[in-house]
């Protein structure tokens, strides 16, 4: 599988377009030409971090490029989908009730991910401190801003979010260059990822410290396909 993308590796390439490496040793870039290619190169990434992550890989070996490889390529093929929002609105109900940006239990109001989006599943737990903070920007450029990576369970819902508007709007096709305006940030989708050790799978615990959770496995199916 990881095979098939060394072949669109490029050397000197617009700033949309990921740096990628695979556990042959070879690196470039690999092309993002269109809206949906981000958005799918994204969530192959956020599987290969999940996997890394939840077993418990200090970085990223052949097992988690091979899970990248494959979902990227049935994503594209139109093979697999990614999960339904549903799975994210029940361990909404199972996580510990705290902000999703910091991991405060403490005043927690109702905040959009996504400006201007309706929806309950684009309703996220926010501190008063975080969302004065964020206002109406959009969460991944705030949180850009703020140098800090999402946790993976906020990232995957928000990607969910980006790739369902896109969708609706029959605009996966479009070229990078033509993305009309959206509610969300294409320009804040992370195109690669930090290594596992950087990475937290949620801002608490189950029992509701403020330690990354890296040990905790959710029932997140979808993205160890």
């Known amino acids: 599988m990881e095979a098939s993308l060394r072949g669109r590796?490029?050397?000197g390439a617009p700033p949309w377009w990921p740096r990628y490496a695979d556990c042959h040793g070879q690196s470039g870039w690999i092309e993002i030409s269109s809206?949906?290619?981000l958005l799918h190169w994204s969530y192959a990434n956020l599987a290969m971090a999940h996997q890394a992550v939840t077993s418990g890989a200090k970085k990223y070996g052949r097992t988690q490029y091979m899970v990248r490889a494959r979902l990227y390529k049935g994503l594209r093929e139109q093979r697999l989908s990614i999960g339904p929002l549903a799975d994210d609105e029940r361990l909404?109900?199972?996580l510990p009730q705290a902000c999703c940006y910091c991991g405060s239990p403490n005043s927690l109001t109702v905040d959009h991910l996504?400006?201007?989006k309706r929806g309950g599943a684009n309703l996220v737990w926010a501190c008063r401190s975080c969302n004065s903070s964020k206002g109406v920007r959009d969460a991944l450029e705030w949180l850009h801003g703020r140098?800090?990576?999402?946790?993976?369970?906020?990232l995957r819902r928000y990607l969910k979010l980006a790739i369902e508007l896109?969708?609706?709007?029959q605009i996966m096709d479009q070229p990078m260059e033509q993305a009309p305006d959206l509610p969300c940030s294409l320009a804040a989708i992370p195109r690669s990822y930090p290594s596992p050790s950087?990475?937290?799978l949620w801002v608490v615990?189950?029992?509701g410290s403020q330690q990354p959770a890296a040990g905790f496995k959710p029932a997140t199916r979808e993205l160890g396909k």
């Open 92 to 94: 909404k109900m199972v």
């Open 205 to 207: 615990d189950l029992n």
């Open 198 to 200: 950087e990475l937290r």
């Open 114 to 116: 996504i400006p201007t």
């Open 9 to 11: 590796l490029f050397f």
């Open 166 to 169: 896109c969708e609706q709007q």
């Open 147 to 154: 140098r800090q990576f999402p946790s993976l369970l906020l």
């Open 35 to 37: 809206i949906g290619e």
